[in-house]
């Protein structure tokens, strides 16, 4: 049992497409025609005439799938699938349900209230048997300064979890995507997920790809 986020997001982009001529009629449609429209000189009904009737220039009014929270999305569905899963959460992203891990100590939102946070909220949590688990989730591809930052906020996360000492709470950095399997120009590790790994005790905190979560929580239980 596999997640090929490549695959998966060829399919929203067909799927994106499809949907095209069905939004026409909606006013975020609208307001999009009329602004491409204005901005390159064309009436209204031009640019609509040609979405209707060529299919590659549809595309440039085709929703983005990586901006639809796709692959989030891919890996929640994923996780709730496994048969050990139970109790699968998608956790708030801000506001005062959000979930923090601070110098290995569990906060929600409401707790943080005009403090400083120094890491981002927790995605995901479910159960199994007796053990709860929280998990940061993370697909990069390239290289560039929002996916350092990505980086960096695993790090934090790893670094806040590790102090944890709760025995029925596990802390998991779901990485998935090319970007991690990259080397590690600043420490010269073979790879950023090897860097990361580094990072965990291996007994309240570990590094993995999604595709190895079913494995990894089949020996937990």
Not at 35 to 56: L, P, Q, R, T
Not at 139 to 147: E, L, N, P, R
Not at 157 to 163: H, S, V, W
């Amino acid at each position: 049992m596999e997640l090929n986020y490549e695959e998966e997001y060829k399919k929203q982009i067909k799927a994106n497409l499809l949907k095209v001529l069905d939004e026409l009629k909606t006013s975020d449609m609208k307001i999009k025609i009329q602004k491409f429209a204005d901005k390159f000189g064309y009436s209204y009904n031009e640019i609509e005439g040609k979405i209707v009737n060529d299919e590659i220039f549809r595309c440039v009014f085709s929703k983005e799938p990586s901006k639809q929270n796709l692959y989030q999305t891919l890996a929640a569905t994923f996780i709730n699938s496994l048969p050990m899963v139970e109790n699968f959460e998608i956790l708030a992203s801000g506001g005062k349900n959000a979930v923090y891990i601070e110098n290995g100590k569990l906060f929600t939102g409401i707790d943080l209230i005009n403090k400083a946070k120094e890491v981002k909220s927790i995605d995901f949590s479910w159960n199994v048997g007796k053990i709860k688990f929280y998990a940061s989730h993370k697909y990069t591809k390239d290289s560039g300064g929002a996916q350092d930052n990505q980086y960096l906020d695993i790090q934090n996360f790893l670094k806040n979890a590790r102090d944890n000492n709760s025995k029925d709470t596990i802390f998991l950095a779901i990485c998935d995507g090319k970007y991690y399997q990259k080397k590690d120009s600043q420490t010269n590790d073979e790879t950023k997920i090897l860097r990361l790994k580094r990072l965990t005790d291996n007994k309240t905190s570990f590094v993995l790809t999604i595709n190895e979560l079913m494995d990894f929580l089949k020996e937990i239980k």
